[in-house]
């Protein structure tokens, strides 16, 4: 059968108790159109995250429903005109805020009913036609606090369009403009962060001068006074800061991780220490973004750096003293874009989704460092034995099927009553790509 035409490697590693990760591969075309955004939340509020995308040239918000045998593609909102821009999750996954081609307001859309009833900013909150946003983020408390919810665009001008956003259990939401802060600088990748102490700080890479800057909002002060334009230097002792993004944890070490594209490093700053900075320099040649989540088995946070045509995960940051561990997860033959990590079947272990530059597919990597062992009955397919040395056996209905090489070349076998037999025995790991009536999966295995 031939064989994927976008090279994508997998590299098979072992972290602690020698656990293995294995990624099953879902991939969702959409036509002939190339994907604009991406974003994830769960508005229906099944305790599933869903995968929410828009594409070119339509007026369409689609989304992957995550249902019990995987993700079901359907059409989640539909405008006359134009075609949407740019969409996000807001308000911890229950609600959706997008942008529109050609329009500079900002639509929220409240997803926790049964009706899907859309909020949308009205009046002073429309900016002029000829600013278009580029960009939407917002801030939220960990914990549910009225009224201290902050939403910002970024427009092609590099100004910040800054909201407060009241959420109710009512079914409203009401959006309250505060002001516009122009940047004399070109912004990276922004995140935020809530203080305890009822602060929320937009935290801002500021590529053009190497610094790390912050937006600040004390809601112990009137609400409804505007943001301080007079941003706070976090960090002045940087290169080319791209994107940053705060990690959450239980112990409270709460922290904000900055990638640097110029010094091919991430710092790493305690929030609650007044900063305090740790580096870690990688081998990177064009990092734009970095997520995380709990890839292997170890309990701490690992971090996913987009980088190029690359996807690095790099492990061991909490040991700092140790010094971390960077390995190539994904090269494809395209920039990758829209890179999101998230928990799709809460079993405690990240799932990875993007697309690539100008592609028209969302690929999903569901981590199966659990599953693969002993979720076995609820696969559509299991391999065995995995690591092997001479065969495998596949188990499930199945109409076609092909193996290859991590180069893409196809591996020559030979089958019967589902196992298969390899005529040649090489070393390394193997994709393994399943298909029944065109549901189709990828797995990896090893031969050893």
Known sequence: MRHYTL??????????M????????SEFEFGQDSIVSMSVGDPDNNLKDDIFITVADKN???KLQNGTNGFTKTIYLSKDEPELFRIVSLNGGDDI???????SDIHLMYGKDDYYVEKRYWGALELDSSVLLKSIGSVNPEEYIYSNILLYGVDQNNTFQIYRVSASSFNSIAPYFQNSVPLDFSPGKSCGYYFDNRVSRIFIPDQSNGKLKALVKNWNI????????NMEIIDSKLEKPVACMTVFSKEKDDVLLLLDASSSAVYKYYINENYRREEFILELDNPSQIAAGLIDNNDLIDLLILDGNKLWLVTDVHESRLGVSQTLLIEEAAPLKNLSVFDFNKDGFADIIYNLQGGNKIKVLKND????VTDENQDLWVIKPNPTNAFIRVEGVYDDLSIYDVKGNNVKFSTENNTFVFEEI???????KICNRGNCKSKMFLIE
């Open 7 to 16: 090279l994508l490697v997998f590299l098979l590693f072992y972290m602690q």
């Open 18 to 25: 020698n656990a293995q990760i294995t990624f099953d591969i």
């Open 60 to 62: 369409l918000v689609y």
């Open 97 to 103: 805020v997008y942008t529109e081609k050609g329009k």
């Open 222 to 229: 009137d609400p409804n006074i505007p943001i301080d334009k």
């Open 369 to 372: 460092l659990i599953s693969s």
């Open 426 to 432: 090489v070393k390394g790991q193997y994709i393994i």
